[in-house]
C-alpha cells in the first residue's frame, strides 16, 4: 500500500535511522538485496521495479541498470532526509528567491517535419509569449546541457535506450517502438530536454530556486520504460524526480499531470512504486486509452496513482474540483518533499488535439493551487516540465499565464 506518511518519531536519531537502513536486509523476487525495516520499506520504493502491472510488461532488474541495485545508498539518503524533516532542519524559506525558466532555441531542432502537430514552431510561439510578457527578465535563466545515459537509466531499460539511439543513427523518421517522429538531431534534443529537467531540479533541491519552468521538447509523459510513443522519446518529468530522489534524498515526490492525455508513461514507471504520487486530469475515452479510475496503482504503490478522467468539453469545474479536492486532500497525506508539474497546455480551450476548455486564466489559477501545496508541504519547491499544447494561437499565452503565477 502506498503510505502516505513517514513513521511517527518522537524523539528522532539520525544514526539510529542509518542502523535500521543498513542491518536489517532482505531479498527481493529478483534476489537483490533490500531492506525489510519500516523506514527501509518506505525509503526503499522505487529504488527497483521488478514488473509493470498493468501493462502486460515485465522487467528484470538487471534491465533497469546497476542503479537500480544500490538501494542501501539511497536509503541512507532517504533517512537522512527524514532526519531533516522531523527535526525542521529542512525550513528554510524559499519565497525571495528566483523563479528559473529553462528557455533555448535547441529544442528547436527536433524537426517533426512539415504539418506535425508536435513542431518545431510551439517553441518559437511560447519564446515570443514569455519574452512579450517580462517573465525572461523577471525570471533566472537556465542553461540546457545534455543528460548522461545513467539519467535515462533511471527510468527507461538499456535495451530501449539502444533502440533510441539505434533508430536515429539510421537515419528512421520514426522510433521504431511506437509513433514518436524523429530526425538527425532529435537524440541530442532529447538528452538536452532531460538534462535541462535534472538542471532545474538540482537547482530548486539545492535552494538556489524557489521554483522552476521548463520548455522543452520532444515531450515525455508517453515515454513507458522500454517504449517511446505519443511525440516522446525520454519521460522527462519521471527522470527529474529520480533525480531528485537519488541526488537530493526528496523521499516523495508529487507530480501532477493536466496535460488532456493521460501520462501513461509516467504512470508506468511509478505503477507499483509508492515513493512518487502520480495525479493525471485528462479527456476519456481519448489518446492513448489508458488512465481509468479504477488504476490506483498495485503493490506499494496502490493509492498513490490518482486518475481523474472526464468527458469532452470538460473544464475548470471539473479539473479545479478534482485537484482542490481529492488531491488536495492525498496531498496532504502523501506529504511530498517536491511538485513537479506535467504542463500540457493541449487542455487548454480550442486545442485541436483535445476537447477541453481550460483558459489562459484558469491554468494561472491551477497554478496558484499547486503553489499553495508546495508551499504548505515542500517548502514552496515546484518543478514544471512542458508537455502538449498544439494550438499555435493560444499555447505561447497559457504558459504565460502558467509562469506568470510561478513568478
Known amino acids: 500500500m502506498c503510505n502516505t506518511s513517514w513513521p511517527t518519531v518522537a524523539n528522532p536519531s539520525l544514526p539510529r ?11 527481493s523476487e529478483s534476489g537483490a538485496s533490500r531492506d525489510r525495516d519500516d523506514l527501509g520499506e518506505e525509503a526503499g520504493k522505487g529504488v527497483e521495479r521488478l514488473k509493470m502491472t498493468g501493462t502486460g510488461v515485465q522487467y528484470s532488474s538487471e534491465e533497469w541498470g546497476s542503479q537500480h541495485q544500490s538501494a542501501k545508498a539511497l536509503h541512507l539518503r532517504l533517512a537522512f532526509v527524514h532526519h531533516l524533516r522531523c527535526t525542521g532542519a529542512m525550513a528554510n524559506d524559499t519565497s525571495a528567491l ?12 527536433h524537426d517533426t517535419g512539415p504539418g506535425h502537430p508536435e513542431q518545431p514552431d510551439r517553441y518559437k510561439v511560447v519564446t515570443e509569449a514569455l519574452t512579450g510578457a517580462g517573465l525572461v527578465q523577471k525570471t533566472q535563466p537556465l542553461t540546457q546541457q545534455p543528460c548522461e545515459d545513467d539519467h535515462i537509466l533511471l527510468c527507461h531499460t538499456k535495451a530501449y535506450l539502444d533502440i533510441a539511439k539505434r533508430d536515429v543513427a539510421s537515419g528512421r523518421d520514426e522510433l521504431s517502438t511506437g509513433d514518436t517522429v524523429i530526425c538527425p538531431r532529435s537524440l541530442d534534443v532529447a538528452q538536452r530536454a532531460v538534462g535541462g529537467v535534472v538542471h532545474a531540479v538540482d537547482l530548486v533541491m539545492s535552494g538556489k530556486l524557489k521554483n522552476a519552468f521548463c520548455a522543452v521538447r520532444p515531450p515525455g509523459h ?13 519521460n522527462n518529468i519521471a527522470i527529474g524526480a529520480r533525480h531528485a530522489q537519488k541526488k537530493h ?16 508513461g509516467t504512470q508506468d514507471i511509478f505503477y507499483e512504486d509508492g515513493s512518487v504520487f502520480f495525479f493525471s486530469s485528462h479527456q476519456a475515452p481519448w489518446y492513448p486509452f489508458t488512465g481509468w479510475a479504477e488504476e490506483t496503482g498495485t503493490g506499494k504503490g496502490k493509492g498513490c496513482i ?3 478522467p472526464f468527458p469532452a468539453g470538460s473544464g475548470m469545474k471539473e479539473i479545479g474540483a478534482a485537484i482542490e479536492g481529492p488531491l488536495a486532500e492525498a496531498a496532504a497525506k502523501f506529504k511530498p518533499d517536491l511538485v513537479m508539474i506535467s504542463a500540457g497546455f493541449d487542455s487548454r480551450i480550442d486545442d485541436p488535439l483535445g476537447r477541453f476548455t481550460i483558459t489562459d486564466e484558469q491554468f494561472a489559477s491551477l497554478t496558484k493551487t499547486l503553489r499553495k501545496f508546495a508551499e504548505e508541504h515542500c517548502n514552496g519547491r515546484i518543478v514544471s516540465v512542458l508537455e502538449g499544447g498544439y494550438n499555435l494561437d493560444g499555447l505561447g499565452k497559457a504558459v504565460a499565464a502558467h509562469v506568470g503565477a510561478l513568478v
Open 17 to 27: 535511522a542509518l542502523e535500521m537502513a543498513v542491518d536489517n536486509p532482505g531479498t
Open 98 to 109: 528566483p523563479t528559473g525558466l529553462l528557455l533555448d532555441n535547441v529544442y528547436r531542432d
Open 222 to 234: 508517453h515515454a513507458r520504460p522500454a517504449q517511446g510513443m505519443g511525440f516522446c522519446l525520454f
Open 249 to 264: 534524498g526528496a523521499a516523495k515526490v508529487l507530480i501532477v499531470d493536466w496535460d488532456v492525455h493521460h501520462g501513461n
Open 306 to 308: 490518482m486518475n481523474a
